[in-house]
């Protein structure tokens, strides 16, 4: 069974300016429906159960462009996301953002990570149309 999914989209700025956006964790609930709140250490994600406070991690890496999550649950679970902002010529970069499923039982996992590649596809052309503002 697939555990992860990749998604892409092209950005109209240039890859400075997306990293500098992303990498910021307080601009999350601007573009995800996944926080309701983040800061740089702590978050409010929303599930379908309701908020659940957590401890967040944002690793970054300017010169490779890497901006990755990783989420600590009350549980002690951890859930992660990786992503990279790629050039594509002075004024535009690519976005690709590797989606892992949650931390839930195997026989949810499914179900759950088809949601979330949904949720995901709409939250990339928010981020878009954000940058591209």
Do not use: C, H
Request: no cysteine; hydrophobic share 45%; aromatic share 8%.
């Amino acid at each position: 069974m697939k555990n992860f999914d990749v998604q892409s989209i092209g950005l109209t700025v240039s890859a400075q300016a997306a990293f500098d956006y992303i990498s910021q964790p307080a601009n999350l609930p601007k573009w995800t429906n996944a926080f309701s709140r983040a800061d740089a250490t702590t978050a409010v994600l929303v599930t379908p159960n309701g908020e659940v406070p957590i401890t967040l991690q944002t690793v970054t890496s300017r010169e490779a462009g890497n901006i990755d999550w990783l989420m600590t649950f009350p549980d002690g679970s951890v859930a992660s996301a990786y992503s990279r902002i790629t050039a594509n010529g002075a004024d535009n970069s690519i976005y690709t953002f590797v989606l892992m499923a949650p931390p839930v039982p195997l026989e949810a996992l499914e179900g759950a990570l088809e949601a979330q590649k949904g949720i995901l596809a709409t939250e990339l052309e928010k981020l878009k149309g954000i940058l591209a503002a």
